[in-house]
């Protein structure tokens, strides 16, 4: 499905007159905006990509995964190891 930054508004009287139009809109050519005196007021879009948006919404964060792996628990230390740094000619 075609996605567009900057979908068509409809007027809500236009959307209400229109609906099927504007549902029909929604599943072939991407999200419609629907305005309420000329202020933007919602965005009708398909099932399928509203479920898509859910979904990544619902994704845990890195922080979330991370911080439940059996391996947070481990000590690394504080002290680590000092390499000897060598000289290098520029």
């Known amino acids: 499905m075609p996605r567009t930054l900057n979908p068509p508004a409809w007027k809500l009287q236009d959307a209400k007159a229109h609906f099927s ?14 305005t309420v005196h000329g202020k933007d007021a919602v965005v009708v ?5 509203f479920d898509r948006l ?3 919404v619902e994704q845990p964060s890195l922080y979330a ?3 439940k792996s059996p391996l947070s628990k481990l000590d ?11 000289d290098v000619e520029l």
Do not use: T
């Open 21 to 34: 139009a504007v549902v029909r809109d929604a599943q072939v050519k991407g999200p419609q905006r629907v």
């Open 45 to 49: 879009v398909a099932a399928e990509e």
């Open 54 to 56: 859910v979904a990544m």
């Open 65 to 67: 995964l991370l911080s």
């Open 76 to 86: 690394f230390g504080v002290d680590g190891v000092r390499s000897p740094v060598r």
